[in-house]
């Protein structure tokens, strides 16, 4: 059973650029949520979708957007990069429909530097 | 809104012992899930086990298991037989009404031959 797939894996982009990561859930999934993951802030929650529609959001400006689509397959978008934006994100995939379960589970990440 | 905290920030363990990796969680969410998670440097978050705020019963996944304390609010890990694979980070998260996650600082485990 394939899992979480998050592409690219690594990336480098210079500020003022955008960027858009790709995220393909484990089969059967339709939850996907986002993380970012800095060495200042820690692992923080940036938003969720389930069926295409963004049911939480994080404390992220609007540069910060996603979303997902029919075969549950999410995209996160990125503008205006600056230089705090360099982070690993996550994305983690659930079955859950409901409250969030043991069933979650994260990909490898795409690491993002900006420069 | 929900806080955990993760006191160790290095642990060091030989080979083959047991270790506790302390999770400490606050929340005002009356129906909860604690997990944890492994990191190795390869950056992938690895599921380790799961433990809801109703069950009564400590979870258990191989040599992973969680001491659940509610009334203390401590939701610790206990890995049995260290192995040098296990050396990574280690976090610990919360769930609760909001469909997100409410992870720790970490704690950086290394396993000593």
């Known amino acids: 059973k394939a899992g979480v797939t998050q592409t690219p894996r690594y990336l480098i982009k210079t500020r003022g650029q955008q960027v858009t990561l790709s995220c393909s859930p484990i089969s059967g999934h339709r939850s996907v949520s986002w993380y970012q993951q800095t060495p200042g802030q820690g692992l923080q929650f940036l938003f969720e979708?389930?069926?295409?529609?963004?049911?939480n959001k994080g404390n992220f400006p609007g540069r910060f957007s996603g979303r997902q689509f029919s075969n549950s397959r999410s995209e996160m978008n990125v503008s205006t990069l600056e230089l705090g934006d360099s982070a690993l994100y996550l994305c983690?995939?659930?079955?859950?429909?409901?409250?969030?379960?043991?069933?979650?589970?994260f990909g490898e990440g795409s690491r993002l530097t900006v420069l | 809104a929900q806080k955990i905290t993760q006191t160790q920030p290095g642990m060091f363990v030989q080979e083959k012992e047991a270790v506790t990796l302390d999770c400490t969680y606050d929340?005002?969410?009356?129906?909860?899930?604690l997990f944890w998670y492994k990191q190795p440097s390869s950056g992938e978050m690895i599921f380790l086990i799961y433990q809801g705020s109703y069950d009564e019963q400590n979870a258990t996944e191989g040599r992973y298991s969680l001491n659940f304390q509610k009334a203390r609010k401590s939701a610790n890990l206990v890995i049995s037989a260290s192995q040098l694979g296990d050396s990574a980070m280690y976090f610990c998260?919360?769930?609760?009404?909001?469909?997100?996650?409410?992870f720790g600082s970490g704690t950086q485990l290394t396993v000593l031959p």
């Open positions: 979708y389930f069926s295409e529609t963004q049911r």
């Open positions: 983690a995939s659930s079955r859950s429909e409901r409250k969030v379960t043991g069933e979650l589970f």
């Open positions: 998260a919360a769930s609760g009404s909001a469909r997100q996650l409410t």
């Open positions: 929340t005002s969410d009356q129906s909860y899930g």
